[in-house]
């Protein structure tokens, strides 16, 4: 029997009743799955809470509902300002809104924090029952784990099939994952800069991230969550960060924006940083004091793991079960995911056409910088969908 912190009246305001001593203040609400939640790796996890925030209101017949799922360092925070609970401003609140492409006066869009994560949802800073951290003894998830959890939230909240699912990069895989484990849940789809399969390079930049951290005095193989305040791995997630910005933006960007210039009052050749460098050691700061390693470590396995026809198949057997509508959509100058494997995603899905590429310089962060465009494919899949 899963449970609601609050009823689903919308919108949910400020620091609602529903919260737990503990739990951040912002418009966040929490669904408790009661029961196990099965993992692939044969083990349980015996309770989940899945944080998630929503616009909009769901219609009577549930009938219009939107799952939005988020990327690697996201949360449930798809819209709205940063305040309370929310370091940063909605990822993708240009795209959710009165009048906007995820037009909330028609739309109920649902936004959760994957499994895993640690921004409200069950991960490894969580406590188990017995009210210790879960630190190294967090199991090992999958992409169809974090799936299973969110299919336990749309039934708690009596969503039975969402008109479409939507997500980008480890948004994109779970959204894809919707598609082939739970196609009759699935009314729509778009998959932005994702693979059917994680491939050798994008495992291998995983992996580098994951040693960063673990490589990390302060990672106490995963249990440190309840040391001394400012001893956790916090330079180990900072470089992981590092090494994952350079493949989120692209080299003529990179290039253009900084070339060679010196940071402001530097100088290289004495020690001084490089702009790039500056660029780096912000883009680190900022994750580090917002983020949570294990999580990171969790979240980037499941990500290393992704294989859409694993156990099925191969891919193109998955997929073919998947007949939904659907788009596709790669990033013209995404180097970590790159429009090939798009490509082979429209070319495999049955509902999908041909390949949407988003022109952008700023490489596979365009998902979430080209809002226009992004947002010119989500009015044409709403407008697709099958009802």
């Excluded at 939107?66 to 690697?72: K, P, R």
């Excluded at 409200?120 to 630190?135: E, Q």
């Excluded at 460098?277 to 396995?301: I, M």
């Excluded at 659907?326 to 041909?354: F, K, M, N, T, V």
Aim: hydrophobic residues 40%.
């Amino acid at each position: 029997m899963n449970s609601v912190t609050a009823p689903p009246a919308f919108p949910v305001p400020p620091a609602s009743g529903g919260r737990r001593d503990g739990d951040p203040p912002g418009r966040r609400r929490w669904v408790t799955l009661t029961d196990a939640l099965p993992l692939e790796s044969g083990t349980a996890l015996p309770e989940v809470r899945m944080a998630y925030e929503t616009w909009g209101r769901l219609a009577p017949d549930g009938s219009n509902a939107v799952l939005v799922l988020h990327a690697l360092t996201g949360d449930s925070h798809a819209a709205g300002p940063a305040g309370p609970g929310h370091p940063t401003a909605g990822w993708w609140d240009a795209l959710i809104g009165p009048g906007r492409a995820l037009d909330t006066d028609r739309w109920f869009v649902v936004a959760p924090n994957v499994l895993g994560g640690c921004q409200g949802s069950t991960g490894p800073s969580s406590r188990r029952p017995d009210g210790t951290r879960w630190g190294a003894g967090f199991p090992r998830l999958t992409i169809r784990d974090q799936v299973a959890a969110e299919a336990g939230l749309a039934d708690a909240l009596g969503i039975g099939r969402w008109a479409a699912v939507i997500g980008g990069s480890m948004g994109g895989m779970r959204a894809l994952e919707w598609a082939v484990c739970l196609p009759d849940r699935t009314g729509s789809l778009l998959v932005l800069a994702a693979p059917a399969a994680s491939s050798a390079e994008q495992i291998a930049w995983g992996s580098l991230q994951i040693a960063a951290i673990r490589d990390d005095p302060g990672w106490r193989e995963g249990d440190y969550h309840d040391a001394p305040p400012g001893s956790g791995p916090h330079r180990g997630l900072g470089q992981a960060r590092r090494i994952a910005h350079v493949t989120y933006r692209s080299e003529a960007e990179l290039a253009s924006r900084f070339g060679r210039a010196a940071q402001a009052g530097e100088v290289p050749s004495q020690g001084g940083r490089y702009q790039v460098e500056s660029y780096l050691d912000h883009h680190a700061a900022k994750l580090v004091r917002r983020f949570d390693a294990g999580s990171y470590v969790t979240l980037t396995e499941a990500m290393n793991g992704h294989d859409v026809g694993r156990g099925r198949g191969g891919a193109a057997r998955a997929l073919r079960g998947a007949g939904m509508p659907a788009l596709i959509a790669g990033i013209d100058s995404d180097r970590l995911y790159p429009p090939a494997q798009q490509a082979e995603l429209a070319e495999l899905l049955p509902g999908a056409g041909r390949l949407r590429v988003i022109p952008s310089p700023h490489g596979h962060d365009g998902f979430l910088v080209e809002t226009a465009h992004v947002g010119a494919l989500v009015r044409e899949l709403l407008t697709s969908r099958r009802s």
